[in-house]
C-alpha cells in the first residue's frame, strides 16, 4: 500500500529527527516525487511571523516598498528581514530582503554593495538566485527583489538527520555549478551555509545571498555573532586575510561532511571555540559511515586543507573527483553546461532527435541543466512519445505549463507520425514542404519537420497546410507573421 505524504509526515515527526531522513526514504520506496512532496511538507516554515521582531518590521506588512506590496515575514536574521512581497507592476510574488541601514550606512559600503549588486544580476545561471531588482526607502534602507521559491531551506532537511548519499551528491554538484559560474565572474559567495541554500519543488538548488556578506562586517569577538556563519568560514576568513574562491570551497567541503553524516566537522557551542576547532585543533577524522565510498573522505581531506596551497584549486577538480567517485549524472559536467548542442549529443535514443532537442529546449527553460539528463532518462524508458511525455510531465512546475507542453508534443503520440518520418509527402511538392519547414522551424523549433511531414501529406491545399502549422504556435502576433512568411513558399 503506498502511503500519502501527509501520514509519511505525520510518521516522520514522531521519530527523532536524526531518523527522519532514512524512514522518509524507506517510507517512498524510489518515488522521486513523493519523496519531494514530503519533504517540502516537513520542512514547510512555519508562515507566523517570527518572533523577535521588531515593530517596524511588523508594521510595514500591507503596505508598499517601492512597487512591492509586503504580505509577510518569512525570515529574519543579522543581514535584514526578508518578506514575501507582490511585485504591483507584475502581479508576480518575490521574496523582498531589506538590509538595514547600519550595514550600509558608509558610503563606502553602500557602492561597494550595489556594485557587487549589479555584478550578481549579471549572473544567468540556474543554481543561483538572482536579483530581480534594488532599490531604496524614503529611510534610506536597502532592499533587494529576489524570486520567491517554493521548497525549503537546506538547514531544515539537515536536521532531519544525514541525506542519502546520491541526494547529498547531486545537491552539492549542483552548488559546485552555481559557484563555479560565479568564480568564472569573478564573485566569490564568501557565506555558504545551508540557510543560504534553497532546494526547489523542482528539486532544483538556488543559492542566496551573493554579495550580502561581503559587507557584513562580521565581529569574530562578539558573542552574538552567527554560528551558522562561523561554522563554514575557512581559516583565512577567520584570520581576516584576503579570500579567493577556495574559500568558497572550504565552505561546500563542510556542507557536504553535514549534509553526509549530519554533523558538522568542526564542534563548538559557541564562535569562539569553533573559530579554535578550525585554525588550531587537530583536524577531525573525515571517515564516513558505510556504504558511503570511504574516497568520499579523501575529497573532503582535500577540501578542508588549512594550507591553501594544498586545498582545491578549482571547483573544477572538486566536481571532477566527485563525479568519479559517484558516478553521478543528476546534472551535466559544467565543460558542456553552456552549449546546449554539446549537452544533447550524449541523448541516444531511436526517437527522433531533433524531436529530442526541442524537448530538452522546452525542458530547460523550467528546470535548468538537468534537461537533457531528464529526456535522456525518459527516453530510455519510454515506448512512444505520448510515454515520454507522461514520464517528463511530474519535473513541470504546474498543471498549467503540463498542458502546455503536452498540447505542443501531443501530435507525436500519434502512429502517423512512424509514417510521417520514414515517408516522403505525397500531396505538396517536396521543395515547397522543404521551404515550409525552414518556416516553421524558426517559429517552433525542430519538431516542425515532423509536422509539415504529417500535414503536408494530409493537406489538401497550401492554405490548409499553413493552418494547421499555426495552429501550433501560441502568440497572435507570431501566428501571423509566421502565415505571412509560410504563403512566400508557395
Not at 501520514?7 to 524507506?26: F, K
Not at 569562539?272 to 581531506?301: C, G, K
Amino acid at each position: 500500500m503506498t502511503l500519502s505524504s501527509q501520514s509519511i509526515v505525520e510518521a516522520a515527526l514522531d521519530l527523532p529527527p536524526q531518523q527522519r531522513n532514512a524512514y522518509i526514504e524507506d517510507a517512498c520506496a524510489g518515488n522521486d516525487q513523493l519523496k519531494q512532496d514530503v519533504l517540502v511538507l516537513l520542512t514547510k516554515p512555519d508562515y507566523e511571523t517570527p518572533e523577535n521582531i521588531p515593530e517596524s518590521a511588523r508594521s510595514i506588512i500591507g503596505q508598499n516598498v517601492g512597487p512591492y506590496k509586503i504580505e509577510s515575514i518569512i525570515g529574519a536574521g543579522g543581514m535584514g528581514m526578508i518578506h514575501k512581497a507582490t511585485d504591483t507592476r507584475l502581479g508576480r510574488h518575490v521574496a523582498l530582503k531589506c538590509l538595514p541601514p547600519h550595514l550600509t550606512v558608509d558610503n563606502h559600503n553602500r557602492e561597494r554593495f550595489l556594485n557587487e549588486a549589479r555584478a550578481v544580476s549579471t549572473l544567468d545561471h540556474p543554481n543561483i538566485c538572482t536579483l530581480y531588482d534594488i532599490g531604496e526607502t524614503e529611510e534610506k534602507e536597502l532592499y533587494l527583489a529576489m524570486p520567491f521559491y517554493q521548497g525549503y531551506t537546506l538547514d531544515k532537511r539537515i536536521e532531519n538527520g544525514p541525506l542519502p548519499f546520491s541526494d547529498a551528491i547531486a545537491i552539492c554538484l549542483q552548488i559546485c555549478e552555481g559557484l563555479l559560474a560565479a568564480h568564472n565572474h569573478g564573485i566569490v559567495h564568501r557565506d555558504i551555509k545551508p540557510a543560504n541554500i534553497i532546494v526547489t519543488t523542482e528539486n532544483i538548488i538556488k543559492i542566496l545571498d551573493f554579495g550580502v556578506a561581503k559587507i557584513s562586517g562580521v565581529n569574530l569577538t562578539s558573542t552574538g555573532v552567527s554560528l551558522g556563519t562561523v561554522a563554514y568560514m575557512s581559516p583565512e576568513q577567520l584570520e581576516g586575510q584576503k579570500v579567493d574562491g577556495r574559500a568558497d570551497i572550504w565552505a561546500v567541503g563542510v556542507l557536504l561532511y553535514e549534509m553526509l553524516t549530519g554533523e558538522r566537522p568542526f564542534q563548538g557551542d559557541q564562535a569562539p571555540s569553533i573559530i579554535h576547532a578550525v585554525l588550531y585543533a587537530d583536524l577531525p577524522d573525515l571517515s564516513l559511515p558505510a556504504p558511503i565510498p570511504q574516497d568520499v573522505s579523501t575529497v573532503l581531506q582535500k577540501a578542508l586543507q588549512r594550507d591553501l596551497e594544498q586545498r582545491y584549486a578549482s571547483f573544477s577538480a572538486f566536481m571532477a573527483d566527485l563525479r568519479a567517485i559517484s558516478s553521478n549524472e543528476t546534472i551535466p559536467p559544467h565543460t558542456i553546461i553552456t552549449s546546449r548542442h554539446n549537452t544533447e549529443k550524449a541523448i541516444t535514443t531511436s526517437f527522433d532527435q531533433n524531436t529530442l532537442d526541442d524537448l530538452v529546449s522546452e525542458l530547460t527553460s523550467h528546470v535548468g541543466p538537468i534537461a537533457p539528463v531528464l529526456v535522456k532518462k525518459a527516453a530510455n524508458n519510454s515506448q512512444n512519445y505520448q510515454e515520454l511525455c507522461q514520464k517528463l510531465d511530474r519535473h513541470l512546475p504546474d498543471d498549467e505549463t503540463r498542458q502546455k507542453m503536452r498540447k505542443r508534443f501531443d501530435i507525436l503520440s500519434s502512429s502517423e507520425i512512424a509514417d510521417a518520418e520514414t515517408e516522403s509527402a505525397s500531396s505538396l511538392d517536396e521543395e515547397k514542404l522543404e521551404c515550409m519547414v525552414d518556416v516553421t522551424t524558426s517559429f517552433i523549433g525542430p519538431i516542425a519537420k515532423l509536422l509539415v511531414k504529417r500535414y503536408g501529406k494530409k493537406s489538401k491545399s497550401s492554405d490548409e497546410l499553413c493552418q494547421q502549422l499555426a495552429e501550433h504556435i501560441e502568440n497572435e502576433n507570431d501566428k501571423t507573421r509566421f502565415l505571412q512568411q509560410a504563403r512566400s513558399c508557395f
